[in-house]
């Protein structure tokens, strides 16, 4: 299997205080990996009419489903942080993180097994990392974004009040990404194969 390195060369995440990056992107790993990540975003859940109680529940059912525990990433802290702490009443094991930088919400998101994300930079981030992405959203610009990473179109934020419907995009975001992948190394594969002698060229 081949992998290719990711090469950020400019990030900008306003929803992180304007935080910059140039340069080499370097992820840090978790104490864990059986993680999914959920992103929210507090006045698109309350225009759902979705209550924190409710969101409780269906990251509880995600959890049971896929034996991961729910991350809830607050990528904007003056709008989700409350609502974070309101869900994380309902469910003890999760955990809700307030990142400083990108290399710490980059941790997270690189060792998820997708990102369930209502937040435009939290879905690019996650598709730039190359993570499964579940966008949720309305926003004309979340549709651009999917567009161009390929992903599954973004759904309405409504949804999450339908469980096995939320969990029927999961397995199509899983299955997109899994071709997308193969897809992706088929086209590597060929232009390497093209270069011919690759010891040659490197000068090895």
Same mark, same amino acid.
């Given at each position: 299997?081949?992998?290719?390195?990711?090469?950020l060369?400019?990030?900008?995440?306003?929803d992180?205080?304007?935080? !910059?990056?140039n340069?080499?992107? $370097? %992820?840090?790993?978790?104490s864990y990996?059986?993680?999914f990540?959920f992103? @929210?975003?507090?006045?698109? &859940?309350?225009?759902?009419?979705?209550?924190?109680?409710?969101l409780a *529940?269906?990251?509880?059912?995600?959890?049971? =489903?896929?034996?991961?525990?729910?991350?809830?990433?607050?990528l904007? #802290?003056?709008e989700?942080? /409350? &609502? +974070?702490?309101?869900?994380k009443?309902e469910?003890?094991d999760? =955990?809700?993180?307030?990142p400083?930088?990108v =290399? =710490?919400v980059?941790?997270y $998101?690189?060792n998820?097994?997708?990102?369930?994300? !209502?937040?435009y930079h939290g879905?690019?981030?996650?598709?730039?990392?190359?993570?499964p992405?579940? *966008?949720?959203?309305?926003?004309?610009?979340m549709?651009?974004?999917?567009?161009?990473? *390929?992903l %599954? @179109? @973004?759904?309405?934020? #409504?949804i999450?009040?339908?469980p096995?419907?939320?969990e029927n995009?999961? +397995? !199509?975001v &899983?299955?997109?990404? %899994? #071709?997308?992948?193969?897809?992706? !190394?088929?086209?590597?594969?060929k $232009?390497? *194969?093209? &270069?011919?002698?690759? /010891?040659?060229i490197l000068?090895?």
């Amino acid at each position: 299997m081949l992998y290719v390195p990711i090469r950020l060369t400019f990030i900008t995440l306003s929803d992180l205080h304007q935080v !910059q990056n140039n340069g080499n992107f $370097f %992820i840090t790993v978790c104490s864990y990996t059986l993680i999914f990540v959920f992103s @929210p975003h507090s006045r698109g &859940l309350k225009n759902a009419h979705i209550s924190p109680k409710n969101l409780a *529940a269906f990251l509880r059912r995600l959890s049971k =489903e896929y034996h991961a525990r729910a991350v809830i990433t607050v990528l904007n #802290e003056n709008e989700d942080l /409350d &609502l +974070a702490r309101s869900v994380k009443k309902e469910i003890s094991d999760a =955990e809700i993180v307030v990142p400083k930088s990108v =290399e =710490e919400v980059g941790s997270y $998101f690189y060792n998820a097994k997708f990102i369930i994300s !209502q937040r435009y930079h939290g879905a690019m981030l996650g598709a730039v990392l190359g993570v499964p992405v579940l *966008a949720l959203s309305k926003d004309p610009k979340m549709h651009s974004l999917c567009k161009d990473f *390929a992903l %599954i @179109p @973004p759904s309405d934020p #409504e949804i999450l009040r339908h469980p096995v419907a939320v969990e029927n995009k999961i +397995a !199509q975001v &899983l299955k997109n990404h %899994i #071709e997308a992948s193969s897809k992706t !190394q088929l086209k590597v594969g060929k $232009f390497v *194969a093209r &270069l011919g002698d690759f /010891d040659y060229i490197l000068g090895i």
